[in-house]
């Protein structure tokens, strides 16, 4: 909390983090069976949570902030018939309110500073944001169940809306440093207040078919989506003073999909203990109500395709920690290098939308999977499942910068530091890196568009899942299993054409090796005593690895055969290929111990024991990925499981 310190000290013996959260809920349901066929249930639940301070890992106390959710409400009515004994009808109406507080801790004055060699924020959070979001939703079905077919048709429909307001501090400026070094600045035309709309609908159609000894299940499912913004205006700012302009009422996307279900299910030997499945459907990806994130829902906004934030580089050449230059002016000037997007706080939309993508059917990303297994029972109580699993994804969109050409960027390579602390010691060549020439930079004019229009897109995700289980046998009921999938995304010809789409990316093809989950739990109900133990056991991979160096110029200049583009002192590289490097796995052990106390004619107790994390192991989940030749942070924890947990808790039914 000095507004004159720029360099992160901790103080082991001074001020701590606190994460102090609290929750207050409560929630009334009432079901009224109006007759022998209808039934009506009303739920109402409120919420309110605050995690004042919500502490973070790599952030510095004074650099906390309050995340608080003073309304959180939820509404419910449902409905439901069975007609006859063959059609069942229901239906629901349900309303959700959500309130959104991300307020500093301390003074808004403070600028803050996040320091990427170290992977430590200081000072402040960063930008201050209140939000309201809202949707209503109405769902109907209606089910026809014969002896052979089980048909269900229906529909769901959302009304959605979303409003933002966000502040930066008073100097709408953040710091980047390099171990206590400044290298950038972002800069922020905010205050910012944007407001937008969704509907969602979708009606399916699904028939479960029994034939012998085959199941078969298929189903089409219609989904239309919509957003629109209401008119806004945006004035000028401290960063942005010529900005003035309004904005009309204006459409967002209006999508058409069909989408498949179908599936399988053999009965080998019709005795209902060998089962071989299969199954192929077709999901749309999730857009969120238009204030949500992503290019087609809170990014379409015209409000929020105004360029709000930009970086520039800056020599602290003084040592002042303070910024020389005329921060309002686009070009390099003083300390501050040229502005990374020259239309930042402009009167103008920076960013363009293929008309192709705002309309029509088939846009809207997607992902098709497919399963094939076999459940075997072994025994009387023992079964045996096993199966795979590919999802592929397609319909991949790209921001194609229209101000630059591919022959505008110059591809360079990098030599990795020699250090023993990088896989084979560092010393290897990356190549496939990109700067832009230095007379195109700072210029952009960003056109969203179809990924294909520039090649192949692949990202694709398969494995294997093996479970077991026993079922209750003596006391005893015991499952588990374990999965392990690899990931491969590839988007090389994509940068081929587009270097600006990943310039300090080198891998453009990565695939992780086969990552292994495990998992399983066990209970036993001891004889007549009414106690009942139970162990949950699970191991993960630890976190993937990455060496993020800021390489500067004497590593790149070699190969560029020039500085760094726009003043840049340095350029952030990662050493270590993604899916090669993780942590240790996190190997977790959690213990349940309940008794049930019985009393004659009036209820029951149960109450139980919870101890999680047994043993206190202490992996880490989080590390700083931050490296530097003359620093030893790299891979310092961050965040580790949470400690040894004991709870208690016990229920009254009467």
């Not at 930066?168 to 709309?197: E, W």
């Not at 019985?598 to 990925?625: H, Y």
Request: charged share 15%; hydrophobic share 35%.
């Amino acid at each position: 909390n000095d507004p004159n310190a720029w360099l992160y000290v901790p103080d082991p013996t001074g001020a701590t983090a606190l994460f102090d959260a609290l929750l207050y809920n409560e929630n009334a349901r009432v079901t009224w069976q109006i007759d022998p066929k209808n039934k009506l249930a009303i739920y109402y639940d409120t919420q309110v949570r605050c995690a004042c301070p919500q502490a973070l890992a790599g952030v510095s106390p004074e650099a906390q902030s309050f995340a608080a959710y003073p309304n959180q409400r939820f509404t419910s009515a449902t409905y439901t018939a069975p007609l006859t004994n063959r059609v069942l009808v229901d239906a629901a109406v349900l309303n959700r309110l959500e309130r959104t507080l991300r307020l500093l801790v301390t003074d808004r004055s403070f600028i803050r500073v996040i320091d990427t060699v170290s992977g430590i924020t200081y000072r402040s959070f960063g930008e201050d944001s209140i939000g309201l979001n809202q949707n209503n939703n109405v769902r109907a079905a209606v089910s026809w169940v014969t002896g052979a077919h089980s048909l269900k048709t229906g529909f769901q429909t959302q009304w959605a809306s979303a409003q933002t307001d966000t502040h930066s501090n008073p100097a709408s400026t953040d710091y980047t440093f390099a171990n206590g070094v400044p290298t950038s600045i972002t800069l922020y035309a905010d205050p910012r207040y944007l407001k937008s709309f969704s509907t969602d609908f979708g009606a399916f159609v699904q028939d479960r078919w029994t034939i012998k000894h085959v199941t078969l299940t298929g189903g089409l499912r219609y989904d239309r989506y919509h957003s629109y913004y209401p008119a806004a205006t945006l004035g000028p700012v401290l960063l942005a003073p010529n900005r003035n302009v309004a904005f009309d009422e204006s459409d967002g996307v209006r999508w058409n999909d069909i989408t498949t279900r179908l599936g399988a299910a053999w009965d080998v030997f019709g005795n209902g203990k060998t089962a071989v499945k299969t199954s192929l459907n077709k999901y749309l990806g999730f857009t969120g109500v238009a204030g949500s994130g992503g290019p087609f829902a809170g990014g379409l906004n015209p409000a929020n395709r105004v360029v709000n934030s930009t970086t520039r580089s800056w020599n602290d050449s003084n040592k002042n920690f303070i910024p020389d230059c005329n921060m309002a002016s686009t070009a390099a000037n003083g300390e501050c290098g040229a502005m990374a997007n020259a239309a930042f706080g402009q009167p103008v939309v920076g960013t363009n939308y293929d008309p192709a993508l705002l309309s029509g059917w088939g846009i809207r990303d997607y992902n098709w999977e497919f399963v094939a297994s076999v459940q075997q029972q072994v025994s009387g109580r023992l079964s045996v499942d096993v199966g795979y699993f590919r999802r592929s994804y397609g319909n991949f969109k790209v921001t194609d910068n229209l101000s630059v050409a591919r022959s505008d960027f110059n591809s360079y390579s990098i030599v990795a530091p020699v250090d023993a602390r990088l896989p084979n010691g560092g010393g290897q060549t990356i190549a496939g890196l990109y700067n832009v020439t230095p007379a195109k930079f700072g210029q952009t004019n960003n056109f969203v568009t179809n990924a294909s229009n520039y090649g192949d897109q692949i990202q694709r995700w398969q494995g294997v899942d093996a479970t077991a289980s026993v079922r209750a046998w003596n006391g005893l009921t015991i499952q588990g299993g374990l999965s392990t999938g690899s990931t491969l995304t590839d988007n090389c010809a994509i940068v081929a054409q587009l270097p600006e789409v990943g310039p300090n990316n080198p891998y453009c093809h990565a695939e992780t090796r086969y990552l292994t989950q495990i998992k399983g739990l066990g209970t036993y109900q001891l004889p007549r005593i009414d106690v009942q133990v139970s162990l949950a056991v699970q191991s993960t991979p630890g976190p993937q690895i990455a060496a993020n160096f800021n390489a500067t110029n004497a590593f790149t200049q070699p190969s560029l055969g020039r500085p760094l583009s726009g003043n840049a002192s340095n350029v952030s590289v990662n050493l270590v290929a993604p899916g090669t490097l993780f942590g240790d796995r996190v190997n977790q052990l959690d213990l349940r111990v309940g008794k049930i106390f019985r009393f004659a004619g009036r209820g029951k107790l149960g109450a139980n024991v919870d101890l999680f994390n047994i043993f206190n192991r202490s992996p880490v989940v989080v590390q700083n990925d931050g490296f530097s030749t003359t620093t030893t942070t790299w891979q310092q924890p961050q965040q580790v499981l949470n400690g040894r947990l004991i709870k208690f808790s016990a229920q009254f039914d009467f």
